[in-house]
């Protein structure tokens, strides 16, 4: 079993920054996939941005260029640094771990970010 905590959401101006961190547990965070996700108010899940145990990066079209995805092995943590913020951008954040060698997914619990004037 694997749990996830996000943190680092919050409110911010558009054109604004934030830092979403997230941290799992469990002795198997090296050889996971990492993602982001977002629910906006009135539409579905979706994926912003992931992280291979490669190292690979992808990211949604919609932020490209404005969001980076990172990891820390050693610490088992996630984290996505959000950049040139929009209104668009407001939902609720979520951090999801697959778990390869058992086909299993993960979530956090989420992170409100807001953006707005």
């Known amino acids: 079993q694997v749990t996830l905590v996000e943190s680092g959401g919050g409110w911010v101006q558009p054109g604004g920054s934030l830092k979403l961190s997230c941290a799992a547990s469990?002795?198997?965070?090296?050889?996971?996939?990492l993602y982001w996700y977002r629910q906006i108010v009135g539409k579905e899940r979706e994926v912003v941005a992931g992280i291979t145990t490669g190292f690979q990066r992808t990211y949604a079209d919609s932020v490209k260029g404005r969001f980076f995805i990172s990891r820390d092995n050693a610490k088992n943590m996630v984290y996505l640094q959000m950049d040139d913020l929009k209104p668009d951008d407001s939902a609720i954040y979520y951090c999801?771990?697959?778990?390869?060698?058992?086909?299993?997914?993960?979530w956090g619990q989420g992170t409100q970010v807001t953006v707005s004037s």
């Open positions: 469990g002795d198997n965070f090296r050889i996971s996939s």
């Open positions: 999801k771990l697959i778990l390869h060698i058992y086909g299993s997914e993960y």
